[in-house]
């Protein structure tokens, strides 16, 4: 015949047993979820590098054959629009993903990754401001006034232009590497 003893030690090992199996579930669904994001995070990390990547790399590009045109005096009216109807459309296309570009590195990069974005970002508006020297000669181009941009007004505008497209492509690079890791 079982005692008093006998049935309080059964029901205190149910009640041990369940409570320890109620810690399990509540502790294995804060492990599960933080699992599920570590996956997510991974699946969409790629993803996410390479749509940034490839707006840099574009920038960078169109940048840089706006550069060389204006060096060599390519400044006709067709020329001026087959480099800076690109260069238009990817700075603005930069710009407008700045904040969006922003918040992702900083939740998939960290903080490091951000600075370097920032400072890449510093150094593109620094690339435009360069570039908008070039409007005056451009502008005389556009409107007929003139076949191509004056070679002497535009000569000391390509060093400043130059630095600044230096700095950002060294920027660009070094975006490109943070989200490399």
Same mark, same amino acid.
């Given at each position: 015949?079982? $005692? #008093? +003893?006998? @049935? %309080?030690?059964?029901?205190? !090992?149910? &009640?041990? =047993? $369940?409570?320890?199996? @109620?810690?399990?579930?509540?502790?294995?669904? !804060?492990? &599960?979820?933080? =699992?599920?994001?570590k996956i997510n995070i991974a699946d969409k990390k790629p993803a996410v590098q390479e749509k940034i990547a490839k707006e840099i790399s574009s920038l960078i590009y169109d940048a840089e054959m706006v550069l060389d045109y204006a060096t060599q005096n390519l400044t006709k009216k067709n020329e001026l629009h087959l480099v800076n109807d690109p260069f238009n459309l990817s700075i603005e296309l930069v710009r407008k993903n700045e904040l969006v570009n922003q918040a992702l =590195?900083?939740?998939? +990069?960290? $903080?490091? %990754?951000?600075?370097? #974005?920032?400072?890449?970002?510093?150094? =593109?508006?620094?690339?435009?401001? %360069?570039?908008?020297?070039? !409007?005056?000669?451009?502008?005389a181009v556009e409107s007929g006034e003139r076949k191509r941009a004056d070679p002497d007004k535009m000569k000391p505008l390509i060093p400043p232009a130059l630095a600044a497209f230096e700095k950002a492509r060294t920027s660009a690079v070094e975006l490109a590497t943070a989200l490399g890791k």
């Open positions: 015949m079982p $005692t #008093f +003893w006998d @049935g %309080a030690k059964e029901k205190v !090992n149910t &009640v041990l =047993i $369940t409570g320890f199996i @109620g810690l399990l579930t509540v502790f294995s669904d !804060n492990i &599960v979820s933080s =699992i599920k994001e =590195i900083e939740r998939y +990069w960290g $903080t490091t %990754a951000r600075k370097s #974005f920032v400072t890449f970002h510093q150094d =593109i508006r620094s690339l435009e401001k %360069a570039y908008h020297s070039f !409007n005056e000669q451009y502008s």
